[in-house]
Structure formats: structure tokens, C-alpha cells
């Protein structure tokens, strides 16, 4: 596990440099390595190297390291700056494979990441024509002219913003009572797009990601899911009461989310502290679904600093 404290270095994340220099300090297959440079206290190298000569900018301060697995945290100082960190994942992701498929999610945390990847959008930074979505569930049982569905949320915040294509763009269909068919067609559907290279997720306060909430299992593919009382107790702010938030939903599955070539998670707010500190650093289990990210290869977590504050240092 990697945890990172933001600097200065604004210009080099807009331009993607800090993404690459990051992720370029452990290859894969060398983990065994880096440990060994770890415990005896040697700095990685590829951290101090991004910062450009003569820039004045700081690289990234290391301020602790552990070996728990691939995942690299992020730690922004506030909402702001996690939301402007993860859109700057994403935006590599699309000017280094336009065709990119990017999936996305939904819920408050990943509003400002929106909002910030249609500001560069709208400088002429981004271009989206080329880029196909997939987004991680839906409600069952909601239409798309309901503001509360994910496809309406999708499109308010993203999609009708920016130049992606109509066509390009999927969200698992709440009005198809057929759940069997609804969920293998989604599923079908990401397979045949060749699958997902960043999946971007949220946390729900039980630990769910996308709408895999609790089990005694994981859940391999896109499923109907009941959802549990506490997700509807959190997610009824959005609704007129609590008796109409939905109780179903279609979600991709954990499998599906975990054949993603690259997750971005997103969190924030001290809320959300309990639960990080759970999923990300206690042991891997069905009962907190986003444990399961700790055994995916690349994984980034960019959290604010309250999200951050129970997790051991
Ligand atoms: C919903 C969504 C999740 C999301 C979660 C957290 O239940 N299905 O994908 O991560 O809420 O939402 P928020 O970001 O509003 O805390």
C-alpha cells in the first residue's frame, strides 16, 4: 500500500506527468524489491524524478509506506482537491486512449470529479467523441425521465456537458422487469466493448461499491440486488421519503468490477473514516465488499484528509 500526500504540482498532474512518474515507481513484479528499499528507509526514485527541472514544484512527499498491496492512496486535502485529483486520472486515461472505456459511478462523492473533467472539456483540454462509458448500476424499477435514475443523474452531470456520444453511453436499464436478461445483457455488453480500463467507484457507508452491498459471497457479475436498509436509510436524501427510494437495483458485480484494468475510488468526509479504514486496511471479506479492491493490481484511492483520518499511520 502506497500513500501519497499531495504537493504543489498542480501543472504536472494537468498534464498527466505525475500520473505516469507515480504509477512508473513500482512495476509490476518488483514489489519484493521496492519492500527491501522500504525497510531499509530508501526513497523510491521515480517520486523524486517527476518533478521538472527548474519548476520549483515540490514532488510528492512520502510520508509513510506499507506493504499490504497494490493500492495507492491519495491523500487530498480537501473535497476540492480530491475531485480535481481524480478528474486528473481520468483525463490521462482519455488523451492516452481516446476510445477508452470509462466506467463510470454515481452518488454525491463524484459530483466535483464531473464537474471538473466538463470545465477542462470546456477550455478544449478534453475530448470525449471517442470515449464509451459504462456506469456501474441503476435503480430497478425507475425510468430514465426519473431524477432520481442513475441514467438521469448521468446525464445532468456528465454526458450532456460534454461531446460524448449518445450512443457510447450505458447504463443498465431500470425498466426492464426481466432481471435475468437485463443483468446478462449489461454484462455481455462489457465484455464485448472489451472491457473497462478505469472503473471509477464511490463507498457506500456499509462498504458497498456500486450497489454490492453486504454478503455472504461476492457476486461475480451484473446481479438484481435487494438493498440493504442502511443504503436506503443514506440514499433516501435524494428522495421525496425513504418509502420511495427503490428497493432493488441491477448492479455490475464484483467480479465484473474487479476485471476493470484500473479502479479510481473516490471518498470523502470524516462519515466515510470508519468504513476506509475498514475496507482498505482491515482484512478482505463479503461482509464489506470494497475489502476485495486490496487483491486488484491497480488500484488508486484518492480521499480527503478527513476520509483518511482513522486509518493506522
Ligand atoms: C450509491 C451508489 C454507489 C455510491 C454510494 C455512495 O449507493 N450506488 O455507487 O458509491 O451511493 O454515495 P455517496 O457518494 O453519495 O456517499
Excluded at 448500476?137 to 461531446?163: I, P, T
Excluded at 435524494?238 to 448492479?251: E, G, K, L, M, W
Aim: aromatic fraction near 8%; proline fraction near 4%; glycine fraction near 8%.
Amino acid at each position: 500500500m502506497y500513500l501519497y500526500v499531495a504537493g504543489r504540482h498542480s501543472e504536472m498532474e494537468r498534464s498527466g506527468i505525475e500520473l505516469r512518474g507515480r504509477t512508473g515507481i513500482a512495476p509490476r513484479g518488483t514489489a519484493g524489491r521496492h519492500s527491501e528499499m522500504e525497510r531499509s528507509g530508501i526513497e523510491l526514485r521515480g517520486r523524486t524524478g517527476i518533478a521538472p527541472r527548474g519548476t520549483g514544484q515540490r514532488p510528492v512527499q512520502k510520508i509513510k509506506l506499507r506493504r499490504m498491496s497494490q493500492m495507492k492512496i491519495y491523500e487530498a486535502k480537501d473535497y476540492q482537491e480530491m475531485s480535481r485529483k481524480a478528474a486528473n486520472i481520468l483525463s490521462a486515461q482519455v488523451i492516452l486512449k481516446p476510445d477508452c472505456v470509462l466506467g463510470l459511478a454515481t452518488g454525491s462523492t463524484p459530483i466535483g470529479t464531473y464537474d471538473q473533467l466538463v470545465e477542462w472539456y470546456e477550455k478544449g483540454d478534453l475530448d470525449f467523441s471517442e470515449v464509451k462509458t459504462v456506469n456501474l448500476d441503476e435503480y430497478k424499477g425507475l425510468d430514465r425521465e426519473n431524477d432520481q435514475s442513475y441514467y438521469y443523474f448521468m446525464h445532468e452531470h456528465l454526458f450532456d456537458r460534454v461531446n460524448i456520444k449518445p450512443e457510447n453511453t450505458n447504463v443498465p436499464d431500470g425498466t426492464e422487469p426481466d432481471a435475468e436478461k437485463e443483468c446478462a445483457r449489461y454484462e455481455e455488453l462489457i465484455r464485448s466493448m472489451g472491457g473497462v480500463d478505469i472503473q471509477l467507484l464511490g463507498l457506500g457507508h456499509n462498504g458497498h461499491i456500486g450497489f454490492n452491498e453486504p454478503d455472504s459471497s461476492f457476486a461475480k457479475v451484473t446481479h438484481c440486488v435487494d438493498l440493504t436498509e442502511s443504503t436506503i436509510e443514506a440514499n433516501k436524501r435524494f428522495f421525496a421519503s425513504a418509502d420511495d427510494v427503490p428497493r432493488q437495483a441491477y448492479t455490475m458485480g464484483i467480479g465484473t468490477i474487479m476485471r476493470a484494468k484500473k479502479i479510481l475510488l473516490v471518498v470523502n468526509g470524516e462519515a466515510k473514516a470508519d468504513i476506509v479504514a475498514k475496507a482498505f486496511f482491515g482484512p478482505v471479506t463479503p461482509e464489506v465488499p470494497a475489502s476485495i479492491l486490496q487483491l486488484h493490481n491497480d488500484v488508486v484511492i484518492v480521499a480527503d484528509s478527513a476520509a483518511l483520518s482513522k486509518i493506522p499511520r
